[in-house]
């Protein structure tokens, strides 16, 4: 029977490296996609060349605010996991300060509203005026089933 060996603690006090490590992939938020996708999409997907960013600023998607080398790469990244789920994420209303506030009681509590969502145009396209579209999409189905539960739970109590 050998001596147990201790685990030594290489790393216990090196939480300023840690902190460095957190930042350094932090990805641009939902909300400031939400804005760029309403306001400035075309000129995301038209950038002027820049020799220090990836694909020379080229390539650049922008739901998940990414650079890449070239167009093959864009395209696979198009049909990846990590691009639908972006997607995914980006169909529910970004939350706000109003919404905040009416979580907390100011005014009325609105459940923050779905979104249909689509990939970028292409570059083509967008010189030719596509633009990405963000169209709300209503819920009346919904809204009806949730008013007819109330009408059922009021003729029971009367």
């Not at 840690?18 to 999409?41: A, M, P, Y």
């Not at 689509?118 to 633009?131: D, F, M, S």
């Not at 963000?134 to 009021?154: H, N, R």
């Amino acid at each position: 029977m050998g001596m147990v060996q201790k685990r030594k603690k290489m790393h216990s006090g090196d939480t300023h490296l840690q902190r460095r490590w957190r930042v350094r992939n932090r990805t641009r938020d939902l909300d400031l996609i939400d804005q760029d996708l309403q306001n400035q999409s075309a000129e995301l997907i038209n950038q002027p060349v820049d020799l220090e960013k990836p694909g020379f600023a080229q390539f650049y998607c922008v739901h998940c605010a990414k650079y890449f080398i070239d167009d093959n790469a864009m395209q696979t990244h198009f049909r990846s996991k990590v691009h639908k789920r972006r997607l995914k994420a980006l169909e529910v209303e970004p939350y706000s300060i109003e919404e905040s506030e009416r979580a907390a009681g100011y005014g009325c509590y609105q459940k923050p509203k779905k979104r249909r969502m689509e990939t970028q145009p292409t570059k083509e396209e967008v010189k030719l005026g596509k633009r990405i579209k963000v169209e709300t999409i209503a819920e009346e189905e919904d809204g009806g089933a949730s008013t007819s539960k109330k009408a059922k739970t009021q003729k029971m109590e009367t």
